[in-house]
């Protein structure tokens, strides 16, 4: 089984920054030769949505959210098995829970991804 732990939530003024970071152990992903970690989120009353991935492989592939680029970096400490989001000039509507999520491939849709954590409250305010 695989275990995914979010930190670094918690709530910014406008235009500030956070740094949320996801840290994955058990043994099965580990074995494969590729896989990617992802970033969703979901706020109140809407559907969980796709914010950023990166790649384990492939050259290190990066997707981003078009409403998240250029604001947000994903990066990955492959050795640590571990994935940041740096979220800066945040506005209220990146208000969401943010989840980590750990798939086989590199996707932006919910069903590439098999493991997910259990999420953390990031809020922005006006």
């Known amino acids: 089984q695989v275990q995914l732990v979010e930190s670094g939530g918690g709530m910014v003024q406008a235009g500030g920054s956070l740094r949320l970071s996801c840290a994955a152990s058990?043994?099965?992903?580990?074995?494969?030769?590729?896989?990617?970690m992802a970033w969703f989120r979901q706020a109140p009353g809407k559907e969980r949505e796709f914010v950023a991935a990166?790649?384990?492989?492939?050259?290190?592939?990066?997707l981003y959210a078009d409403s998240v680029k250029g604001r947000f970096t994903i990066s990955s400490d492959n050795a640590k098995n571990t994935v940041d989001l740096q979220m800066d000039s945040l506005k209220p509507e990146d208000t969401a829970v943010y989840y980590c999520?750990?798939?086989?491939?590199?996707?932006?849709?919910?069903?590439?991804?098999?493991?997910w954590g259990q999420g953390i409250q990031v809020t922005v305010s006006s």
């Open positions: 999520a750990l798939g086989a491939n590199i996707a932006r849709i919910r069903g590439a991804y098999s493991f």
């Open positions: 990166i790649s384990r492989s492939e050259g290190g592939l990066i």
């Open positions: 058990g043994r099965t992903f580990t074995t494969f030769s590729s896989y990617g």
